[in-house]
């Protein structure tokens, strides 16, 4: 394990605000002032309304765009003091993101969607790809390895995103109503194979929803509204 696994903060954002069209006549300010720690193996829950900022502040939490003002530290290291390439990095070995459309590549394999992170960073080896297949069979899945995401439930694409997500190790996985696309009992189930990984290997997650019985299944959980987050 690296030295920055061994912090407990693994995400930290600091006074996090975000507008749009600020150079505009339309401004909008989405997020407020978001303060927010998420601890190695903790699982934390957001809801809010649709348009309350969830996607966006998930996309600050990952990397994927930057405050307006404010701060994200992950393993205590500040986006904004990386290069674009610095943060591409940490986000391939740090953060796993999972969708509400599972944004699986459909020419691709199961097998193949797992390992793509890794191919990404280089050529995967037999080991790499033992792990791959370990994940799918954890998330009940080693009869589907070369079944093509049309062939696929929509449940399960999302269990192979989840072992995706997870393939490179990263200390915190970010999930964007992963469930909005299931029914209820593959929602519930989707969830406490996302909560049982939680307890097995100890990533944090942070999980966007709008189904609130679902978000009092993590540790934690909380409310964005008009900009910021409150405990709920
Ligand atoms: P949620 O995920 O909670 O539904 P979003 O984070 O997607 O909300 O959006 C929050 C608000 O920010 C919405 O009002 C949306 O219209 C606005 N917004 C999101 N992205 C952009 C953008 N790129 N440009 C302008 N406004 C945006
Ligand atoms: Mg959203």
């Not at 939490?61 to 591409?88: N, Y």
């Amino acid at each position: 394990m690296s030295e920055m696994g061994e912090s407990r903060t693994v995400i930290q954002a600091r006074g996090v605000e975000k507008s749009y069209g600020l150079d505009g006549v339309n401004t909008v300010h989405v997020l407020r002032g978001v303060d927010l720690t998420i601890s190695r193996g903790e699982t934390v829950s957001i809801v809010g309304s649709s348009g309350s900022g969830k996607s966006t502040l998930l996309h600050i939490l990952g990397g994927l765009d930057l405050a307006t003002k404010g701060d994200v530290l992950v393993h205590g290291v500040p986006f904004a003091s990386m290069r674009e390439s610095q943060i591409c990095e940490m986000r391939n070995r740090e953060i796993g993101f999972v969708y509400q459309f599972h944004h699986l590549l459909v020419e691709f394999t199961a097998i193949e969607n797992v390992l793509m992170p890794l191919m990404i960073r280089g050529k995967v080896t037999e080991e790499d790809r033992d792990k791959g297949v370990s994940l799918l069979s954890r998330v009940g899945l080693e009869h589907r390895l070369d079944h093509l995401p049309s062939e696929l439930s929509g449940g399960e694409r999302q269990r192979v995103a989840i072992a995706r997500a997870l393939v490179t190790d990263p200390s915190c996985v970010l999930a964007d109503e992963p469930t909005g696309n299931l029914d209820k009992s593959s929602a519930k189930s989707f969830m406490n194979l996302v909560f049982d990984l939680n307890k097995d290997l100890k990533t944090s997650v942070v999980l966007v929803t709008h189904d609130h019985e679902l978000a009092n299944m993590a540790h934690r959980s909380l409310l964005l509204d008009d900009g910021l987050l409150h405990d709920r």
